[in-house]
């Protein structure tokens, strides 16, 4: 008797332990901004880190120019996030989960029609600090919305214009330009493959100041501010081996 007695408190142990260890497995894939967000009350000693999803970020600023316009300074600065796999197109190779601060990108989109692309119904949107979050349809907003905890908001794809923005808590946002190709790849119907592929063109702040990106070969060159100081970034292949700072065609800073 006294052994079967034991029994339902040594269940109810099991249980708590059984319960208690799914839920930390868990504790990741439930935070509404994702794996490589941050939503919860997070620890900055050191950088950031949360402690419930243990997802750990810090941010090394490398250049700041001074005397630039706009709200928005003209730096270089690179972030980690533990929870990001680096992508080999922002410059940094493939390891450590590094990006930096001007890493704006929309995954390419595919979808298959009997006619012409409309707009995309979603955008997978990339930000510098290493989250990702999609953005869809919300019948109450004429914007697109991420999941709960995202201030940003995104104004879907203008076919007219082919720019599409990141509406910024602040007011500001970034411009994207967008492009399409389509290929045939059914009949009877006709079925057509619509790719939208997207590049960052500018960081615009509150006031509607322009912080310009160019490109060379489809790699982020130069980023030009308002009061046209700006940075420059050479590549070794597709890794970035150098940055720049100046003003007209003085370098300031390397």
């Given amino acids: 008797m006294k052994i079967s007695k034991r029994f339902p408190q040594l269940f109810l142990v099991l249980s708590f332990v059984v319960f208690s ?3 930390r497995g868990q ?13 919860n009350g997070n620890s900055y000693t050191g950088g950031s880190y949360d402690p419930y999803t243990a997802n750990a970020t810090r941010t090394v600023t490398d250049i700041t120019s001074a005397g630039g316009g706009g ?3 003209l730096q270089w600065a690179r972030t980690m996030n533990s929870r990001t796999i680096s992508d080999t197109a922002n410059g940094f190779g493939a390891g450590g989960g590094w990006s930096h601060n001007y890493d704006w990108a929309i995954l390419p989109s595919e979808d298959f029609t009997t006619k012409d692309a409309g707009a995309p119904g979603a955008y997978f949107v990339q930000f510098p600090d290493g989250r990702f979050f999609s953005f869809s349809f919300a019948s109450t907003d004429p914007y697109f919305r991420g999941p709960p905890g995202v201030k940003e908001r995104f104004q879907p794809l203008n076919l007219t214009t082919k720019l599409a ?7 500001g946002k970034v411009e994207f330009a967008a492009t399409n190709s389509y290929q045939v790849v059914g009949s009877n119907p006709i079925e057509y493959s619509s790719h939208w592929n997207y ?3 500018a960081l615009i702040d509150p006031y509607g100041l322009r912080t310009e990106f160019s490109y060379v070969s489809g790699k982020l060159d130069r980023i030009t501010e308002p009061a046209k100081r700006w940075l420059e970034i050479s590549y070794d292949g597709n890794r970035i081996s150098r940055v720049d700072a100046g003003h007209g065609v003085s370098i300031i800073t390397q």
């Fill in 21 to 23: 260890t799914e839920a």
């Fill in 27 to 39: 504790a990741a894939g439930i935070n509404q901004t994702g794996h490589s967000g941050m939503f």
């Fill in 71 to 73: 709200a928005y300074p």
């Fill in 165 to 171: 923005y990141l509406i910024l808590p602040d007011g």
């Fill in 199 to 201: 590049q960052a063109t």
